[in-house]
């Protein structure tokens, strides 16, 4: 609308907006200046994410434990998709399903797997993806380790079908794990945390840009490797929460959010 929210004179040109007129919706232009000279962007649309709100563009699967666990007693038998794509998280066999717990995050419930066989699938497929985003909200009860092949227990996993085509992410207590499956040998992320967590719960967030992956833990990237095969491949679509590779090793920890994206999130949204 012709008034100005804000200036920068040095990298990285960034700035919070000092004006009413910096709403959702509003249509603002970027002027660059440089001595007598300037040069001004086309028009775009500026959109505000209000706090905790995410976005919505990408999103394949979201699980929150606050909503859509169906239960069976305590027993969660469909956590149920909130993204809009009916991607469900379900078992069937009474003694793999795992419990909903009340009250234990802020107030708030969890989906507890228990580590010997409680576990979940849902169908997503990846494979062709050249960017995608993983988030949990999730905290390892036992001080678990990952196997040789670093994909068993996983809490969030995709299996393969040519080998090092695995989808994962996994907060353990000491260390978080992920990776991209490509069928890349050895592409694969292993963060040691500083100190152990116990079974506190952290925000794990691995993110696949074209080439590069990333892992971020409570927001703060912690590794990021380039060279990768550009595209996911070699991976099953049925994926797991609690359960890893070998189809029988599985993650003993609380799971309060899982969100699944089909592309790279940028840095803002994040």
């Known amino acids: ?9 040095s990298s990285s040109y960034t700035l919070s907006p000092t004006s009413a007129a910096a709403d959702n919706g509003a249509q603002f232009s970027v002027v660059v200046t ?23 563009s990408g999103l394949a ?66 494979n062709g993806l050249g960017g995608m985003s993983l988030f949990l909200v999730a905290a390892n009860r036992q001080n678990q380790v990952a196997g040789s092949s670093q994909a068993e227990r996983a809490a969030l996993f995709w299996n393969e079908t040519v080998g090092w085509g695995t989808v994962y992410l996994t907060p353990f207590q000491n260390t978080v794990l992920a990776r991209f499956g490509t069928t890349q040998a050895l592409n694969r992320m292993l963060y040691s945390r500083p100190a152990s967590v116990g079974s506190s719960f952290t925000i794990s967030a691995a ?52 969100l699944v994206y089909n592309r790279a999130l940028s840095q803002g949204e994040r």
């Open 1 to 9: 609308g012709g008034v100005d929210i804000g200036g920068a004179t």
């Open 34 to 56: 440089n001595g007598s000279g300037s040069v001004t962007s086309v028009v775009a649309t500026l959109t505000v994410i209000a706090p905790g709100a995410i976005p919505a």
């Open 61 to 126: 699967m979201w699980l929150r434990a606050d909503a859509g666990a169906v239960l069976n007693g305590s027993a969660v038998t469909q956590w149920s998709d909130q993204s809009g794509n009916n991607r469900h998280a379900t078992q069937g066999t009474g003694g793999s399903q795992p419990t909903l717990v009340n009250g234990a995050l802020n107030g708030l419930p969890v989906v507890r797997f228990d580590g010997t066989n409680d576990f979940q699938t849902f169908n997503l497929p990846v």
């Open 207 to 258: 993110v696949k840009n074209g080439t590069t992956d990333q892992l971020y833990v409570n927001g703060a990237l912690v590794l990021s490797q380039g060279g990768k095969l550009a595209t996911i491949a070699g991976c099953q679509s049925a994926g797991q929460l609690g359960r890893g590779f070998n189809d029988n090793t599985f993650y003993a920890g609380d799971i309060a959010e899982v």
